[in-house]
């Protein structure tokens, strides 16, 4: 991956597994970096868990420090199948059905049942989505040895 169109985060290693690794990473919000960030209540940050897919899970143990890299155009692509599509999809639904039946009730409620439809095929395709939405993981002070998983 080039490094101009990837995307790091530095992460602790919170479970091993047979097959992959479970990677804490702390989101912040913007404001977090602000020096009156301890005063304001609108400052946040949490920590996020990825699960990590590499054929090296062993070679990592819980606590340890790790650097995740993804690529921009997985990150992309994540957000038009999580969000654009959906929306699209939703305001389809509702005006398709509000010009054949003129049912503003009827209209909003198939659109609302039509992208929960959607978002359950989605949840039926989690394995085949993780394959293709992965992020490498490699050990922060060993950069140079990748340990993805392709």
């Known amino acids: 991956m080039s490094l101009s169109k990837t995307i790091v985060h530095e992460g602790v290693v919170r479970e ?33 868990l990825i699960d990590v897919a590499t054929p090296h899970a062993s070679a990592f143990r819980a606590g340890q420090e790790v650097t995740l890299v993804g690529s921009v155009g997985q990150s992309r692509t994540a957000v038009v199948v999580a969000y654009v599509l959906p929306l699209v999809l939703l305001l389809l639904v509702l005006f398709g059905v509000h010009a054949l ?10 659109a609302l049942l039509f992208v929960g439809l959607y978002y359950g095929v989605l949840y039926g395709l989690r394995g085949r989505l993780s394959s293709r939405f992965c992020f490498d993981v490699s050990a922060r002070s060993d950069m140079d040895v990748n340990t993805d998983n392709n």
């Open 16 to 48: 091993v597994r047979p097959k992959g690794v479970v990677v804490g990473v702390v989101q912040s919000s913007a404001c977090s970096s602000c020096a009156a960030a301890r005063l304001c209540r609108s400052s946040e940050s949490r920590e996020r």
């Open 101 to 110: 039946t003129s049912d503003d009730a009827l209209a909003a409620l198939a």
